[in-house]
């Protein structure tokens, strides 16, 4: 058994910054992969940020230059570092990782979300 546990969100100015955190708790071998998604209201879920397990990283294009995923496997966390911030960032915010098992099986897990809000 496997949980995602994130902390971090909160309200912030426009041109500020937070970071998120994703940590995993419980019975497993290691962290494939990472992915952050956000859906703001009225909107469908937009993949934010993508950490391949060979360290490749991929962004949307609303936050390039802005936005930084990075994972610790020492600790069994990752983050997203975010500058710049805009108000339309304000979003819920879900970490998504694909963990190996101890029996060597590959299987997805969500975080419970976070809201994040940029507002003067």
């Known amino acids: 058994q496997v949980e995602l546990v994130e902390s971090g969100g909160g309200l912030v100015q426009p041109g500020g910054s937070l970071r998120l955190s994703c940590t995993a708790s419980?019975?497993?071998?290691?962290?494939?992969?990472m992915n952050w998604y956000r859906q703001a209201p009225g909107k469908t879920r937009e993949l934010v940020a993508l950490?391949?397990?060979?360290?490749?990283?991929n962004y949307a294009d609303s936050v390039k230059g802005r936005f930084t995923i990075s994972r610790d496997n020492s600790r069994n966390s990752g983050s997203l570092q975010m500058n710049s911030l805009k108000p339309e960032d304000t979003a819920v915010y879900y970490c998504?990782?694909?963990?190996?098992?101890?029996?060597?099986?590959?299987?997805?897990?969500w975080g419970q979300g976070i809201q994040v809000t940029v507002s003067s």
């Open positions: 950490l391949s397990r060979t360290g490749s990283t």
């Open positions: 419980g019975s497993f071998y290691s962290i494939n992969d």
């Open positions: 998504n990782l694909n963990i190996w098992s101890t029996m060597n099986r590959l299987s997805e897990y």
